[in-house]
């Protein structure tokens, strides 16, 4: 082979491996071009998706609004059921996560009580749990008062729920005027406000005797009448009229600072697409001005997004 036979033997193969290197080069931009507009699709349905449970929820939190015109609040519900089935479609669920023990909201003479203390704490052990709360502060999460909390009263604990203005005594007043550098009611509402803590159509019906026994609360005939209230509420759910007809006490009796029969906060799940399932916390804000014990109105406090697995 002479000279010019090897340098052209050279340029071919070197225009080869310059033709795939080129080859390579372009597959790769093309497949990243490619990956980049997956991504983009991907981003965009997933833009679309959150975007149109947005509008969902929107519309959802101005039907709940037709809620604050009930006079109890309860599974039975018609608007509620009618509520539900509305959106069906989209597996709406609707809880009620406040009505329970907010034990961090709760006076220490309640939780030193004996017949709360009795029922809700380990060996009748409240001044552990007053120990844990005052070193560790108010708490967001159930799991940390279980080495405190009977298994038969965990399931009735909760940590959303608003402050009465009665329990000024409580840790989380104190906790809570100390942020806001105020105790007045009026500058800590609707954090501090007269809403019930308790919407008896919602809980263990044991958790009411645990109020309506209690000797302060002054109710004739205690016990007979908390079988009736449990018996009433086996029937039928009740309203604020109901409850004070069958304890036969007016709304101004200290009871009523604990139960009632609306709900402070919901929390609503549904499906987007099959992709996410969306939770939001929604809150009621009590109608201080004319009925403290009515909603004004409901608002959206949180809205997560997380996959369906």
């Known amino acids: 082979m002479n000279e010019k036979e090897k340098n052209t033997g050279w340029t071919t193969v070197a225009s080869i491996l310059v033709l795939l290197f080129i080859t390579a080069l372009v597959s790769g931009l093309a497949l990243l071009v490619t990956s980049n507009n997956i991504y983009f699709i991907k981003n965009q349905n997933d ?3 959150k975007k149109e449970a947005d509008i969902l929820l929107d519309k959802i939190l101005q039907d709940i609004q037709y809620l604050k015109e009930e006079s ?12 539900l089935n509305k959106y069906s479609k989209w597996n709406l669920t609707l ?13 220490d003479a309640d939780l030193s009580d004996s017949r709360f203390s009795q029922y809700v704490f380990i060996n009748n052990q409240s001044g552990s749990f007053i120990n844990h709360r005052n070193a560790y502060g108010l708490s967001g999460n159930i799991d940390e008062w279980r080495p405190y909390v009977t298994e038969a009263a965990i399931s009735s604990c909760v940590t959303y729920g608003w402050l009465h203005r009665f329990h000024d005594s409580s840790f989380a007043f104190k ?24 919407n008896i159509n919602y809980v263990n019906p044991e958790i009411i ?8 609360f002054e109710i004739k005939e205690a016990k007979e009448k908390y079988e009736r209230l449990k018996t009433r ?3 039928q759910p009740l309203d604020d009229l ?5 304890l036969q ?28 399932l969306v939770k939001a916390i929604i809150a009621a804000i009590p109608d201080e001005k004319y009925n403290p014990r009515a909603v004004d109105k409901y608002v959206l406090l949180d809205r997560r997004f997380l996959d369906v697995k």
């Not at 599974?75 to 509520?83: A, L, Q």
């Open 47 to 49: 833009y679309r998706i």
């Open 72 to 83: 109890f609040d309860s599974p039975e519900n018609r608007y509620i059921t009618y509520f």
């Open 95 to 107: 809880e009620d996560i406040s009505s329970g023990l907010h034990l961090d909201f709760l006076p």
């Open 175 to 198: 906790q809570i005027s100390d942020n806001f550098n105020t105790a007045d009611p009026e500058k800590l509402f609707p954090i501090v406000n007269t809403f019930p803590l308790i």
């Open 209 to 216: 005797e645990l109020f309506v026994l209690r000797p302060s």
């Open 233 to 235: 509420l086996e029937q």
């Open 242 to 246: 109901d409850i004070m007809g069958i």
């Open 249 to 276: 006490v007016p709304l101004t009796n200290r009871i009523f600072s604990y139960i009632g029969s609306k709900t402070s906060f919901w929390r609503i799940c549904f499906i987007a697409e099959e992709k996410y």
